[in-house]
């Protein structure tokens, strides 16, 4: 028998429709939107790839003239602003909804609690908080670009027993097996970006698309954190580079001559007080370019960064059936930690059998 109220019901149905443009919709957050009258959906949708229309219209649009005297639920505020498309708040007025349920309220200035009261202003009941945590987790990327302007981040481990990722000659494929690989896939088809460090662009010369899930065109814009562009542009990354999308984060000193010749995006950042890049300052400008969600998968020096500077807002930890030893590489690399006071904490999520391996999630605590 299910618990949950109507409210809850119809808001977790829009949730997960949300889910569907993920990966799609930057800069834009992907929302999802259930009209209900009657208690029959006569209308559903989710924000378009590219961001429009919003999941509101679509799900307007889909209803017609059944959505006077609905009830629409909405994962994120509707907008109250003239952008390139009206708002949707005004939307739902025209449409003669009687009631919104909302989530929670948008962030961004130009709409924060707008949307709501204008939709108040307009004689509808306005029901707020409904799986309020449940869309905070899902719209992490939108708000975290607005209110710390930096994507969210979410660092990806494929580790052995003893937390190695490599054996000591630097061999890494494969430490997981075929089902963690195919998690990773579809991971990477829900963010907008995918980013690795200049030692596994090199190592590895990887591909960074989405692959064996027929979603090849879902794949993430490919970042490389490459301070003194070291990652040769004939490599796949830059062979490539007219296909799917590649942007190198490069210092400002950096021969840029042979990437020029590609179709990748350079974007040069300020260095840090040792000369790499500087993490807030690359972060801001891929927030500057749009994107909402980063995936980030590598090496461990990359990650240590990210999580020195308290960057990283989840953590996929792939634990593998081996034993490489002490001599292997470490998965996370030097963060001058003295005492576990003041050791980076997170809190577990969830745990799942992926064939041989599991899958821990773990959250910023």
Known sequence: MNSQSPDAR????????????????WPNPSVGCVLV??????????????????GE????AQAGGKARGATAYVTLEPCAHHGKTP????????AGVTRVVGAIADPDPRVSGKGYEMLKAAGIAVTTGTLAAEATKAHIGFLTRITQNRPAITLKLATSLDGRIATRTGDSRWITGPAARRAV???????????I???????????????GLGLANRSPVRVVMDSKLRTKPTGRLGKTSAITDTWMCHGFDANTAEWQKTDATLIPCIPDQNGQIDLHDALAKLAAKGITRLFVEGGGQLAASLIRHNLVDRLHIFTAGV?????????????????????PRFTRGTSRQLGPDILNTWYRS
Not at 57 to 60: H, P, Q, R, S, T
Not at 331 to 338: A, H, K
């Open 10 to 25: 119809w808001m977790q149905l829009a949730l997960t429709l949300g889910q569907r443009g993920l990966g799609q919709v």
């Open 37 to 54: 009258r009657n208690n029959r959906v006569i209308g559903r949708g989710c924000t378009q790839k590219g961001g429009r229309p919003h």
């Open 57 to 60: 219209v679509v799900a307007l």
């Open 87 to 94: 708002p949707c708040a005004q939307a739902l007025i025209d």
């Open 185 to 195: 896939h579809m991971m990477r088809a829900t963010n907008d970006a995918i980013m």
């Open 197 to 211: 460090g200049s030692g596994t662009a090199i190592a590895d010369d990887p591909d960074l698309t989405v692959r």
């Open 323 to 343: 034993a490489i030893g002490g001599d292997g590489r470490p998965q996370l690399g030097t963060l001058n930690i003295d005492t576990l006071a003041n050791a």
